[in-house]
């Protein structure tokens, strides 16, 4: 490397690349799910899902709540992602990814992937859970896709939560049905059936 260019580098230092620290199957331990019963099973969960539909619902209408909601539409696909806020306890939102996915599996959806991928940024951890769930097998159509591809996404910086994200993107193929509305799959998601 000549000299300018060392020089170069010293003042204009190139950005590091993203480094990836693991890329597994997302597996829940058995504390994990011991915890995620615990927290379902109490008063808490239902407070916290009724706060997120109420903040779901007041963002549809334009109106501000504690509980920062970005809402995702178009033709293709709907969804929404709830920010980190001082409303929900960190803990939160990996119970609300469990228990989005538990909702989503009772409708009969079956799981077709999960991810845990984990990447070292400049100045802070990457972490992204996900789990992609996919409308029941059929074989004839018009195939039924119910609500379309379900996406569940959680983001961490550092550990902490940064967002979770739930999409659902339908199929446009003459092959299937015309998709359910998503306004009745987000009753669902916040249903403690």
Known sequence: MSFFNQ?????FP??????????????????????????HSSDVSNEILDKIFRAYHLKK???KDPIPIALF????????????????LDSDYKMLLEH??????SLGYRQSGSNRKVTAEQDRVLTKEMYYLKPPIQMEPPIDQRFGN??????????????????ASVYSDRLYSEPEN???LVEKLFSKE
């Open 182 to 184: 998503f306004s009745d």
């Open 14 to 39: 190139k950005e590091k690349k993203n480094v990836i620290l693991s890329n597994e199957v997302l597996k829940r331990s058995q504390n994990e799910f011991n915890s995620y019963e615990d927290w």
């Open 73 to 88: 539409q178009s033709e293709k696909a709907n969804g929404f992602a709830i920010a980190n806020c001082s409303s929900l």
């Open 100 to 105: 989005f996915k538990k909702q989503v599996l």
């Open 7 to 11: 020089i170069v580098n010293k003042i």
């Open 61 to 63: 209408t334009d109106i």
């Open 150 to 167: 379900i996406s569940l996404e959680l983001i961490l910086h550092d550990e902490k939560p940064h967002f979770l994200k739930i999409m």
